[in-house]
């Protein structure tokens, strides 16, 4: 039998010097119902709109809400994967614009804390994705659990989302809190959602700004902007359409989409390499021995 250690830090090496990789964005949040899946969903499709290949996977595996927002009924999700009954192609559902989704499955409580083993499997079956991706949105959890810090150090991008709540903000500088001290992340994008002028969208990023700058003093927070409260965003997910489809001229689809320019516009994006292959290195230690290498 190969080594274990060895296989695992080939697919991991090839990650790391792929001439080619997506962009993986992580998109999380403090607390819940802040509008972080609706986030997710309008800015795949914007993305794709420009003609992106974009794969999203809803990472909040226990309490899944991407296929629900956009109607759409999965055969298999991410559960089926990690069981070993299907190929990770398998799952993979087509949204609007073309967008690729890979399901969660909801009310499965085993999967609210994966195991490292899962954690492995689920790395290889991303590693051996064979279609072309140029950006990969992660839609975490809400809070500070296991799975969420996984999944956030595994992106290149950790978004916040953050309403002007006060207990919306005090969540984000937890979850901020938690990912800098343990994980040593320092950059950070934000998003204030749900505001009711542009003047409250800064008025939350400058509070939470000065907060980490007090108590954590290295980390970056960029503004990259805010989306009004609307009405008719609310509408959308009760009909389960995405807001920019069914109202593309409206203020929170142009905010939306600034932001998405934004992104676009920053070719080299800065990354938390260093810090992703540690811990890969880390956890490929932890479960070394015993452990089957999984090719899903």
């Known amino acids: 039998m190969k080594d274990q250690a060895h296989t695992l830090r080939k697919i991991f090496e090839r990650g790391q010097t792929a001439a080619a990789s997506p962009k993986v964005l992580s998109v ?21 709109a420009k003609g992106n ?4 996977l809803d990472a909040d595996l226990g309490l899944a809400n991407i296929d629900v927002m956009l109607g759409l009924t999965p055969k298999y999700n991410i559960k089926h994967v990690l069981e070993g009954q299907c190929h990770l192609e398998d799952i993979l559902i087509e949204g609007p614009e073309g967008i690729q989704i890979i399901p969660a499955s909801s ?14 499997c689920l790395m290889n079956s991303l590693d051996y994705f064979e279609q072309d991706i140029d950006y990969m949105l992660i839609d975490t959890g809400a809070g500070i659990s296991k799975n969420v810090m996984y999944f956030n150090t595994a992106a290149q991008r950790i978004i916040v989302v953050v309403t002007a709540e006060p207990t919306s903000i005090t969540d984000a500088y937890a979850l901020i809190k938690v990912l800098r001290k343990r994980y040593g992340i320092k950059r950070f994008d934000l998003i204030v959602n749900n505001v009711s002028s542009k003047v409250e969208g800064d008025q939350v990023a400058r509070k939470l700004t ?13 503004m990259l902007g805010s989306i009004p409260s609307d009405a008719g965003i609310t509408e959308c997910i009760k ?5 920019v489809g069914v ?30 292959f540690f811990l890969k290195r880390m956890l490929i230690n932890q479960v070394s021995k015993g452990v089957e290498s999984c090719r899903i």
């Open 53 to 56: 290949k974009v794969l999203v």
């Open 107 to 120: 009310g499965i409580q085993e999967l609210v804390d994966l195991s490292h083993e899962q954690q492995l």
């Open 239 to 243: 009909g389960q359409k995405a807001f």
């Open 247 to 276: 109202n593309p001229s409206g203020e929170a689809s142009k905010r939306l989409e600034r932001i998405v320019r934004h992104l676009e516009r920053e070719k080299d994006t800065q990354s938390n390499g260093n810090i992703q």
């Open 28 to 48: 999380t949040s403090g607390k819940g119902g802040v509008g972080k899946t609706s986030i997710v969903v309008n800015m795949a499709i914007l993305l794709a």
């Open 210 to 222: 000065m907060v980490c700058e007090r108590f954590l003093g290295d980390v970056s927070l960029d």
